[in-house]
Protein backbone atom coordinates (compact mmCIF):
# COMPACT_ATOMS: atom_id res chain seq x y z
CA UNK A 1 0.00 0.00 0.00
CA UNK A 2 1.48 3.80 -0.50
CA UNK A 3 1.64 5.89 2.13
CA UNK A 4 -1.10 7.42 3.95
CA UNK A 5 -2.84 10.57 2.86
CA UNK A 6 -1.02 13.03 5.12
CA UNK A 7 2.58 11.52 3.94
CA UNK A 8 1.75 11.27 -0.10
CA UNK A 9 0.12 14.16 -0.12
CA UNK A 10 1.68 17.12 1.34
CA UNK A 11 1.74 20.87 1.16
CA UNK A 12 2.49 23.66 -0.94
CA UNK A 13 2.48 26.98 -0.07
CA UNK A 14 0.37 25.60 3.45
CA UNK A 15 -2.06 23.86 2.14
CA UNK A 16 -2.53 20.28 1.41
CA UNK A 17 -3.91 18.62 -1.41
CA UNK A 18 -5.56 15.62 -0.16
CA UNK A 19 -7.55 13.00 -1.72
CA UNK A 20 -11.01 12.15 0.68
CA UNK A 21 -11.78 8.94 -0.84
CA UNK A 22 -9.75 5.75 1.34
CA UNK A 23 -6.60 4.83 -0.48
CA UNK A 24 -8.00 1.55 -0.05
CA UNK A 25 -11.25 2.00 -2.85
CA UNK A 26 -8.89 4.22 -5.10
CA UNK A 27 -6.03 1.64 -5.39
CA UNK A 28 -9.22 -0.88 -6.02
CA UNK A 29 -9.10 -3.14 -9.01
CA UNK A 30 -12.75 -4.97 -9.96
CA UNK A 31 -10.36 -8.33 -10.06
CA UNK A 32 -7.90 -8.18 -6.79
CA UNK A 33 -4.70 -9.43 -7.31
CA UNK A 34 -1.63 -9.76 -5.78
CA UNK A 35 0.52 -6.25 -6.13
CA UNK A 36 4.48 -6.03 -7.29
CA UNK A 37 7.53 -3.37 -7.20
CA UNK A 38 5.70 -0.94 -9.51
CA UNK A 39 2.88 -0.41 -7.52
CA UNK A 40 -0.20 0.09 -8.00
CA UNK A 41 -0.41 3.05 -10.16
CA UNK A 42 2.96 2.41 -12.42
CA UNK A 43 1.66 -0.70 -12.72
CA UNK A 44 -1.97 0.82 -15.08
CA UNK A 45 1.37 2.85 -16.77
CA UNK A 46 3.06 -0.39 -18.11
CA UNK A 47 -0.60 -2.24 -18.67
CA UNK A 48 -1.87 0.93 -20.39
CA UNK A 49 1.45 0.90 -22.75
CA UNK A 50 1.34 -1.96 -24.02
CA UNK A 51 -2.28 -2.10 -24.74
CA UNK A 52 -3.49 -2.49 -28.52
CA UNK A 53 -5.17 1.15 -28.41
CA UNK A 54 -2.38 2.70 -26.78
CA UNK A 55 -0.06 1.86 -30.07
CA UNK A 56 -2.72 2.69 -32.52
CA UNK A 57 -2.86 6.30 -31.29
CA UNK A 58 0.38 7.03 -33.24
CA UNK A 59 -1.72 7.07 -36.27
CA UNK A 60 -4.67 8.65 -34.94
CA UNK A 61 -5.58 12.59 -35.61
CA UNK A 62 -4.96 15.03 -33.24
CA UNK A 63 -6.17 18.12 -35.48
CA UNK A 64 -5.02 17.48 -39.05
CA UNK A 65 -6.39 14.15 -40.63
CA UNK A 66 -4.00 11.65 -41.39
CA UNK A 67 -0.80 13.15 -40.82
CA UNK A 68 2.14 12.08 -42.84
CA UNK A 69 4.63 15.21 -42.03
CA UNK A 70 6.50 13.47 -39.09
CA UNK A 71 6.65 16.67 -37.06
CA UNK A 72 2.82 17.14 -36.90
CA UNK A 73 0.88 16.47 -33.46
CA UNK A 74 -0.61 12.86 -33.67
CA UNK A 75 -2.78 11.57 -30.45
CA UNK A 76 -0.35 9.40 -28.86
CA UNK A 77 2.10 12.77 -28.96
CA UNK A 78 -0.73 14.78 -27.19
CA UNK A 79 -1.27 12.20 -24.37
CA UNK A 80 2.80 12.10 -23.54
CA UNK A 81 2.34 15.96 -23.37
CA UNK A 82 -0.64 15.93 -20.94
CA UNK A 83 1.33 13.05 -19.53
CA UNK A 84 4.36 15.37 -18.61
CA UNK A 85 2.63 18.87 -18.08
CA UNK A 86 0.39 16.68 -15.77
CA UNK A 87 3.56 15.01 -13.35
CA UNK A 88 4.84 18.81 -13.44
CA UNK A 89 1.82 20.00 -11.93
CA UNK A 90 1.57 17.48 -9.54
CA UNK A 91 5.15 17.67 -8.23
CA UNK A 92 4.95 21.02 -7.41
CA UNK A 93 1.69 20.07 -5.53
CA UNK A 94 3.82 16.90 -4.00
CA UNK A 95 0.81 14.99 -5.27
CA UNK A 96 1.02 11.33 -6.80
CA UNK A 97 3.19 11.71 -10.30
CA UNK A 98 1.95 7.71 -10.81
CA UNK A 99 -1.16 8.43 -10.87
CA UNK A 100 -1.26 11.36 -12.93
CA UNK A 101 0.74 9.62 -15.72
CA UNK A 102 -1.46 6.76 -15.86
CA UNK A 103 -4.77 8.57 -16.28
CA UNK A 104 -3.32 11.07 -18.69
CA UNK A 105 -1.61 7.59 -20.66
CA UNK A 106 -5.64 6.27 -20.98
CA UNK A 107 -7.72 9.55 -20.99
CA UNK A 108 -7.98 9.52 -24.92
CA UNK A 109 -7.73 5.45 -25.62
CA UNK A 110 -11.27 5.75 -26.95
CA UNK A 111 -10.94 8.34 -29.86
CA UNK A 112 -11.82 7.89 -32.81
CA UNK A 113 -10.43 8.24 -36.78
CA UNK A 114 -10.28 11.60 -37.44
CA UNK A 115 -10.41 12.95 -34.04
CA UNK A 116 -13.21 15.22 -32.82
CA UNK A 117 -14.75 15.01 -36.24
CA UNK A 118 -15.16 11.13 -36.23
CA UNK A 119 -16.10 11.34 -32.61
CA UNK A 120 -19.13 13.92 -34.03
CA UNK A 121 -20.28 11.41 -36.88
CA UNK A 122 -20.65 8.44 -34.61
CA UNK A 123 -22.54 10.28 -32.30
CA UNK A 124 -24.96 11.46 -34.96
CA UNK A 125 -24.87 8.07 -36.25
CA UNK A 126 -25.53 6.76 -32.64
CA UNK A 127 -28.37 9.24 -31.35
CA UNK A 128 -31.30 6.57 -31.20
CA UNK A 129 -29.19 4.25 -29.26
CA UNK A 130 -27.68 6.96 -26.93
CA UNK A 131 -25.11 8.45 -28.99
CA UNK A 132 -21.40 8.31 -27.96
CA UNK A 133 -18.24 10.20 -26.54
CA UNK A 134 -14.44 9.15 -26.41
CA UNK A 135 -14.30 9.64 -22.70
CA UNK A 136 -16.82 6.66 -22.34
CA UNK A 137 -15.35 5.14 -24.45
CA UNK A 138 -11.72 5.16 -23.06
CA UNK A 139 -13.40 3.71 -19.82
CA UNK A 140 -14.44 0.92 -22.40
CA UNK A 141 -11.88 0.25 -23.69
CA UNK A 142 -9.79 -0.23 -20.46
CA UNK A 143 -12.47 -2.17 -18.63
CA UNK A 144 -14.26 -4.53 -21.68
CA UNK A 145 -12.03 -4.16 -24.84
CA UNK A 146 -8.77 -4.40 -24.51
CA UNK A 147 -7.28 -8.36 -24.21
CA UNK A 148 -10.22 -9.73 -25.98
CA UNK A 149 -13.00 -8.48 -23.95
CA UNK A 150 -11.07 -9.13 -20.25
CA UNK A 151 -9.84 -5.23 -20.27
CA UNK A 152 -6.73 -4.06 -17.94
CA UNK A 153 -8.09 -4.36 -14.83
CA UNK A 154 -7.22 -0.76 -13.70
CA UNK A 155 -7.23 0.81 -10.26
CA UNK A 156 -10.58 3.02 -9.30
CA UNK A 157 -8.63 6.21 -9.38
CA UNK A 158 -7.19 5.71 -12.64
CA UNK A 159 -10.67 4.76 -14.05
CA UNK A 160 -12.73 7.24 -12.64
CA UNK A 161 -9.59 10.10 -14.29
CA UNK A 162 -10.41 8.72 -17.32
CA UNK A 163 -13.93 8.48 -17.68
CA UNK A 164 -14.36 12.39 -16.33
CA UNK A 165 -11.45 14.16 -17.69
CA UNK A 166 -13.70 16.01 -20.51
CA UNK A 167 -10.52 18.37 -21.86
CA UNK A 168 -13.31 20.30 -24.18
CA UNK A 169 -14.72 22.39 -20.96
CA UNK A 170 -13.17 25.22 -20.09
CA UNK A 171 -13.59 26.49 -16.24
CA UNK A 172 -11.40 28.37 -14.37
CA UNK A 173 -11.09 26.40 -11.61
CA UNK A 174 -12.01 23.05 -10.11
CA UNK A 175 -12.12 20.63 -7.11
CA UNK A 176 -12.13 16.74 -7.17
CA UNK A 177 -15.65 15.84 -6.52
CA UNK A 178 -14.92 13.36 -3.24
CA UNK A 179 -17.91 10.79 -4.68
CA UNK A 180 -17.92 6.72 -5.29
CA UNK A 181 -19.61 6.34 -8.84
CA UNK A 182 -20.35 3.10 -10.77
CA UNK A 183 -18.31 4.31 -13.36
CA UNK A 184 -19.21 1.49 -15.75
CA UNK A 185 -22.87 3.24 -15.40
CA UNK A 186 -21.94 7.11 -16.16
CA UNK A 187 -23.97 8.12 -19.72
CA UNK A 188 -23.93 11.77 -19.48
CA UNK A 189 -20.55 13.98 -19.18
CA UNK A 190 -21.42 15.69 -15.73
CA UNK A 191 -18.73 14.77 -13.05
CA UNK A 192 -15.43 15.74 -11.79
CA UNK A 193 -12.94 13.54 -11.18
CA UNK A 194 -12.73 11.68 -7.57
CA UNK A 195 -8.50 12.71 -6.91
CA UNK A 196 -6.64 15.90 -7.11
CA UNK A 197 -4.29 14.04 -9.98
CA UNK A 198 -7.34 13.41 -11.75
CA UNK A 199 -8.80 17.01 -11.62
CA UNK A 200 -5.38 17.85 -12.25
CA UNK A 201 -4.69 15.91 -15.77
CA UNK A 202 -8.22 17.43 -16.95
CA UNK A 203 -6.72 20.99 -16.67
CA UNK A 204 -3.74 19.96 -18.30
CA UNK A 205 -5.01 18.28 -21.61
CA UNK A 206 -6.35 21.86 -22.35
CA UNK A 207 -2.32 23.31 -21.64
CA UNK A 208 -1.58 20.96 -23.99
CA UNK A 209 -3.09 21.56 -26.96
CA UNK A 210 -3.91 24.84 -27.24
CA UNK A 211 -0.12 26.15 -27.97
CA UNK A 212 0.83 22.88 -29.67
CA UNK A 213 -2.08 23.02 -31.80
CA UNK A 214 -1.00 26.90 -32.83
CA UNK A 215 2.55 25.73 -33.55
CA UNK A 216 1.12 23.07 -35.73
CA UNK A 217 -0.88 25.34 -37.85
CA UNK A 218 1.86 28.08 -38.36
CA UNK A 219 3.82 24.71 -39.26
CA UNK A 220 1.43 24.21 -42.02
CA UNK A 221 1.26 27.36 -42.88
CA UNK A 222 -2.38 27.90 -41.33
CA UNK A 223 -1.59 30.47 -39.57
CA UNK A 224 1.77 33.36 -39.17
CA UNK A 225 2.90 33.92 -35.69
CA UNK A 226 1.87 38.14 -35.88
CA UNK A 227 -1.55 36.31 -36.75
CA UNK A 228 -2.13 35.33 -32.96
CA UNK A 229 -4.15 37.86 -30.74
CA UNK A 230 -2.03 40.49 -28.50
CA UNK A 231 -4.30 40.56 -25.56
CA UNK A 232 -3.29 36.57 -25.07
CA UNK A 233 0.58 37.30 -26.56
CA UNK A 234 0.63 39.65 -24.25
CA UNK A 235 0.05 37.17 -21.27
CA UNK A 236 0.61 33.67 -22.21
CA UNK A 237 3.40 34.22 -24.82
CA UNK A 238 3.73 33.27 -28.60
CA UNK A 239 5.15 29.72 -28.84
CA UNK A 240 4.19 26.57 -27.41
CA UNK A 241 6.92 26.62 -24.81
CA UNK A 242 6.28 29.42 -23.74
CA UNK A 243 2.15 29.54 -23.32
CA UNK A 244 2.92 26.21 -21.76
CA UNK A 245 5.05 27.47 -18.96
CA UNK A 246 2.64 30.56 -18.65
CA UNK A 247 -0.23 28.47 -17.66
CA UNK A 248 1.46 25.75 -15.71
CA UNK A 249 3.22 28.61 -13.28
CA UNK A 250 -0.24 30.18 -13.07
CA UNK A 251 -2.15 26.88 -11.87
CA UNK A 252 0.14 26.26 -9.60
CA UNK A 253 0.35 29.33 -7.91
CA UNK A 254 -3.67 29.43 -8.23
CA UNK A 255 -3.53 25.78 -6.69
CA UNK A 256 -1.32 28.01 -3.53
CA UNK A 257 -3.37 30.70 -3.12
CA UNK A 258 -6.81 29.29 -3.55
CA UNK A 259 -6.60 25.56 -2.70
CA UNK A 260 -8.05 24.79 -6.15
CA UNK A 261 -6.96 23.52 -9.59
CA UNK A 262 -7.40 26.97 -12.05
CA UNK A 263 -6.01 29.73 -13.26
CA UNK A 264 -5.65 33.49 -12.46
CA UNK A 265 -8.17 36.18 -14.13
CA UNK A 266 -5.94 37.12 -16.07
CA UNK A 267 -4.47 34.19 -17.46
CA UNK A 268 -8.01 32.43 -17.49
CA UNK A 269 -9.29 35.76 -19.66
CA UNK A 270 -6.08 34.69 -22.10
CA UNK A 271 -6.58 31.07 -22.43
CA UNK A 272 -10.70 31.87 -23.27
CA UNK A 273 -9.18 34.43 -25.96
CA UNK A 274 -6.62 31.89 -27.59
CA UNK A 275 -9.15 29.09 -27.26
CA UNK A 276 -12.22 30.72 -29.13
CA UNK A 277 -8.87 31.92 -31.86
CA UNK A 278 -8.31 28.82 -32.44
CA UNK A 279 -11.78 27.36 -33.12
CA UNK A 280 -12.42 30.30 -35.71
CA UNK A 281 -8.45 29.97 -37.03
CA UNK A 282 -7.98 26.12 -36.38
CA UNK A 283 -10.71 24.10 -36.16
CA UNK A 284 -13.06 25.83 -38.51
CA UNK A 285 -10.66 26.78 -40.73
CA UNK A 286 -11.54 25.48 -44.51
CA UNK A 287 -8.30 23.35 -44.49
CA UNK A 288 -10.72 21.15 -41.94
CA UNK A 289 -13.59 21.79 -43.12
CA UNK A 290 -13.14 21.69 -46.69
CA UNK A 291 -13.01 18.16 -46.51
CA UNK A 292 -15.24 16.95 -43.27
CA UNK A 293 -17.76 15.51 -46.17
CA UNK A 294 -15.10 13.29 -47.25
CA UNK A 295 -14.24 12.05 -43.80
CA UNK A 296 -18.09 11.79 -42.20
CA UNK A 297 -18.92 9.73 -45.93
CA UNK A 298 -16.16 7.28 -44.90
CA UNK A 299 -17.29 6.43 -41.95
CA UNK A 300 -21.25 6.24 -42.80
CA UNK A 301 -19.87 3.95 -45.10
CA UNK A 302 -17.69 1.43 -42.88
CA UNK A 303 -20.57 1.76 -40.75
CA UNK A 304 -23.33 0.72 -43.26
CA UNK A 305 -21.19 -1.61 -44.82
CA UNK A 306 -20.13 -3.56 -42.00
CA UNK A 307 -23.42 -3.56 -40.80
CA UNK A 308 -25.36 -5.50 -43.72
CA UNK A 309 -22.05 -7.74 -43.68
CA UNK A 310 -22.90 -8.37 -39.77
CA UNK A 311 -26.44 -9.06 -41.23
CA UNK A 312 -25.67 -11.57 -43.54
CA UNK A 313 -22.74 -13.23 -41.46
CA UNK A 314 -23.37 -13.21 -38.28
CA UNK A 315 -21.27 -15.55 -35.99
CA UNK A 316 -20.60 -17.63 -39.27
CA UNK A 317 -17.18 -16.38 -39.33
CA UNK A 318 -16.23 -18.73 -42.09
CA UNK A 319 -18.46 -16.60 -44.76
CA UNK A 320 -16.20 -12.91 -43.52
CA UNK A 321 -13.61 -14.31 -46.14
CA UNK A 322 -16.10 -14.83 -49.30
CA UNK A 323 -16.24 -11.14 -49.12
CA UNK A 324 -13.31 -11.57 -50.77
CA UNK A 325 -11.85 -8.25 -49.27
CA UNK A 326 -9.69 -7.26 -46.18
CA UNK A 327 -11.11 -5.09 -44.23
CA UNK A 328 -14.28 -7.99 -44.40
CA UNK A 329 -11.89 -10.82 -43.56
CA UNK A 330 -10.30 -8.64 -40.25
CA UNK A 331 -13.92 -7.90 -39.18
CA UNK A 332 -14.60 -11.47 -39.50
CA UNK A 333 -11.35 -12.38 -37.23
CA UNK A 334 -12.05 -9.98 -34.80
CA UNK A 335 -15.74 -11.32 -34.33
CA UNK A 336 -14.21 -14.61 -34.05
CA UNK A 337 -11.71 -13.72 -31.41
CA UNK A 338 -14.35 -11.13 -29.27
CA UNK A 339 -17.06 -13.76 -29.51
CA UNK A 340 -17.02 -14.76 -25.62
CA UNK A 341 -17.11 -11.37 -24.71
CA UNK A 342 -20.15 -10.49 -27.14
CA UNK A 343 -21.81 -13.34 -26.24
CA UNK A 344 -21.05 -14.09 -22.18
CA UNK A 345 -20.49 -10.28 -21.36
CA UNK A 346 -22.80 -8.17 -23.34
CA UNK A 347 -25.34 -10.99 -24.17
CA UNK A 348 -25.53 -8.68 -27.51
CA UNK A 349 -23.23 -7.93 -30.38
CA UNK A 350 -24.89 -4.61 -31.01
CA UNK A 351 -22.17 -2.35 -29.82
CA UNK A 352 -19.23 -4.62 -32.45
CA UNK A 353 -19.70 -2.37 -35.26
CA UNK A 354 -19.33 0.72 -33.32
CA UNK A 355 -16.18 -0.50 -31.41
CA UNK A 356 -14.53 -2.16 -34.52
CA UNK A 357 -14.64 1.53 -36.08
CA UNK A 358 -13.79 3.36 -33.39
CA UNK A 359 -11.05 1.77 -33.08
CA UNK A 360 -9.53 2.41 -36.21
CA UNK A 361 -6.68 4.38 -37.01
CA UNK A 362 -6.94 7.33 -39.68
CA UNK A 363 -5.14 5.51 -42.36
CA UNK A 364 -6.48 1.81 -41.67
CA UNK A 365 -10.26 3.52 -41.85
CA UNK A 366 -9.25 4.90 -45.46
CA UNK A 367 -7.46 1.79 -46.29
CA UNK A 368 -10.72 -0.03 -45.40
CA UNK A 369 -13.23 2.42 -47.43
CA UNK A 370 -10.69 1.41 -50.74
CA UNK A 371 -11.56 -2.61 -50.16
CA UNK A 372 -15.29 -1.77 -50.00
CA UNK A 373 -14.98 0.25 -53.29
CA UNK A 374 -12.16 -1.97 -54.98
CA UNK A 375 -10.08 -4.51 -53.38
CA UNK A 376 -6.98 -5.15 -53.65
CA UNK A 377 -7.74 -8.93 -54.55
CA UNK A 378 -8.98 -7.34 -57.46
CA UNK A 379 -6.56 -5.35 -58.44
CA UNK A 380 -3.97 -8.43 -58.59
CA UNK A 381 -6.45 -10.55 -60.60
CA UNK A 382 -4.22 -10.30 -63.80
CA UNK A 383 -1.06 -9.67 -62.46
CA UNK A 384 -0.44 -13.28 -62.99
CA UNK A 385 -1.15 -13.47 -66.66
Known amino acids: MRPSHGEANGTTGGRAFINELDDALLVRREHPRDEDLRGYYFRDITAIVHSYPFRRLKHKTQVFFAPKNDHICTRIEHVMHVATISATICKALDLDVDLAWAISLGHDLGHTPFGHLGESILQELLKERGGFSHEIYSLRQVDRLINYGRGLNLTYAVRDGIINHCGEAFEQSIRPDFRVRDLGAIERLEYYPCTWEGTVMR ?183
Open 203 to 385: MADKVAYLGRDIEDAIHLGVLKPDDLPAEAVAVLGRTNSEIIDAMVKDIIACAESSGEIGFSDEVFGALSLLADFNYERIYLSPLLTDFHEYFERMLRILFDYLGELFARCGADFARYERERNRLAVRFGDYLAKMEGFYETSERSWDRAIVDYIAGMTDDFAIESVREIMLPAEFESLFEKL
